[in-house]
């Protein structure tokens, strides 16, 4: 526990408890120690071999374990913690915070604590939309717990809306932001190598899509979600960096610790890129328009009696290319790009990467559901090669090329 700082995590009873996988694995590598405690229904969604392996701690789940309360009476467990989170903060446990129930040890640790609470909800849009629910979020709010998310998007159960829990590094931003507000300064002496490795280093990210316009009301935009882009910049900020978001068009809210620029075309993304530059590295993860329309109308257009209309595309500028141009010491040591391919994908993005002489390129295969999705499958290449990496989530994917960043940068 290298920060000295410790999570007290409570899982809860729902399918994104996967995700709190991902939440402890972060924590790890910053040096902050996570304690688990997972209720009876989280148990059915993950292990507590799991959750041991990955937190190297032992996993709670019996109010009435006496081993535990010999060694480690709840109350301590409650309070020995800088931070209580819960996450996935199910619709039952929203609601029994709210009342004060304590039927369990997840719910009696939460009365019990002394320590500021965080929580994540993550339930079914109806579930989440319901009058009691939001009574029980406004309950909770007054009382001074903090909440990050829910997302919007799809849902496991295939509808639509908020209610999908915030990702890892969204709520990892968050547990930092409530231990740095509590004066626990996490990047200070003593605090481990990786979750500093970046402190100093200014780094440029690029997200989401851009929407090119066609008339005043209606645009060109592609099915990018920013959510890739995002995922970085908020591993990178993780690490230390300072980190500079750009963003097009995007359903999500802006990370915690990173400042998000919000620009609408390819031509303001690529002139808010150069403003933010000099920066030590570039991450070009936004899905750029290719083409805009030539003579976008002043007023909306009309239908013409059935006659077709053709629009006039033009080439957008090339953020990658413009940026990797730039000389020596204009230029970030470290230019990355994104090439989102739907065929023969290392072919077409190593051309990509010697077309526009970037340093490495991430190529992912999006036939198959990445635009929107959660997960992604990427091949990382470079002066020396492919390397070829699992499919994972796509925070999974921006811890993995957060570390790159830092081995190549420090
Ligand atoms: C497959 C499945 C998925 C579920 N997902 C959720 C969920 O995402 N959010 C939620 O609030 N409840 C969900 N539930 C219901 C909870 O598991 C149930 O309310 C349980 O009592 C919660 O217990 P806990 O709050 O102590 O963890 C789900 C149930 C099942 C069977």
């Known amino acids: ?44 969604f993950v292990t507590p071999l799991s959750i041991g392996a990955l937190s190297g701690e032992k996993v709670f789940t019996d109010l009435f374990d006496l081993t535990d309360e010999a060694e ?14 819960v996450a996935p903060a199910t619709a039952d446990l929203m ?32 579930m989440w939309e319901h009058a009691a629910t939001q009574a029980n979020l406004a309950t909770l709010r007054a009382r001074g717990v903090a909440v990050v998310g829910p997302d919007e998007g799809d849902m496991a159960c295939g509808e639509y809306g908020p209610g999908r829990m915030a990702e890892p590094e969204a ?30 280093k200014r780094i ?11 008339d005043p009301v209606r645009y060109i935009a592609n099915r990018s979600s920013g959510k890739q882009g995002q995922a970085v910049a908020s591993a990178l900020a993780a690490r230390g960096a300072e980190v500079v978001l750009i963003s097009g068009p995007v359903r999500l809210d802006a990370p915690p610790g990173v400042e998000r620029r919000d620009v609408e075309t390819a031509r303001d993304m690529l002139e808010t890129t150069l403003a933010a530059l000099p920066a030590d590295a570039l991450v070009c993860a936004a899905a750029v328009a290719d083409y805009r329309v030539a003579d976008a109308a002043d007023q909306k257009l009309k239908k013409a009696d059935g006659a077709g209309r053709s629009l006039n595309l033009i080439e957008n500028p090339d953020i990658l290319a413009t940026v990797s141009a730039l000389p020596e010491g204009e230029r970030p040591r470290l230019v990355v790009g994104f090439a989102a391919e739907t065929q023969d994908v290392i072919a077409y993005a190593s051309a990509k990467r010697e077309r526009k002489r970037c340093d490495w390129i991430v190529a992912n295969d999006v036939s198959q559901g990445v635009f929107g999705g959660d997960e992604n499958r990427v091949t990382v290449i470079d002066a020396d090669g ?25």
């Open 1 to 44: 526990m290298r920060s000295g700082k410790s999570v007290l995590l409570i899982i809860g009873g729902g399918v994104a408890a996967y995700k709190a996988l991902l939440l402890i694995r972060l924590l790890k590598t910053a040096g902050i120690g996570v304690r688990v405690v997972l209720t009876r229904a989280g148990a059915e």
């Open 171 to 200: 709520i990892f931003a968050a547990i930092q932001e409530k231990l740095e507000e509590s004066r626990i300064d996490l990047r200070g002496p003593g605090a481990g190598a990786e979750a500093a490795d970046l402190r100093g």
């Open 386 to 410: 492919a390397e070829d990496w699992p499919r994972m989530g796509k925070d999974a994917v921006a811890v993995k090329l957060a570390e790159r960043i830092a081995r190549a940068l420090t």
């Open 72 to 85: 480690m009476g709840h109350i301590q467990l409650s309070r020995a913690a800088d931070l209580v989170v």
């Open 95 to 126: 609601a029994k915070m709210s009342a004060g129930l304590a039927g369990d040890l997840a719910t009696t640790l939460l009365l019990a604590t002394d320590k500021d609470v965080l929580i994540a909800p993550a339930m079914n849009v109806r």
């Open 204 to 214: 440029v990210v690029t997200s989401g899509p851009t929407h090119e316009p066609i």
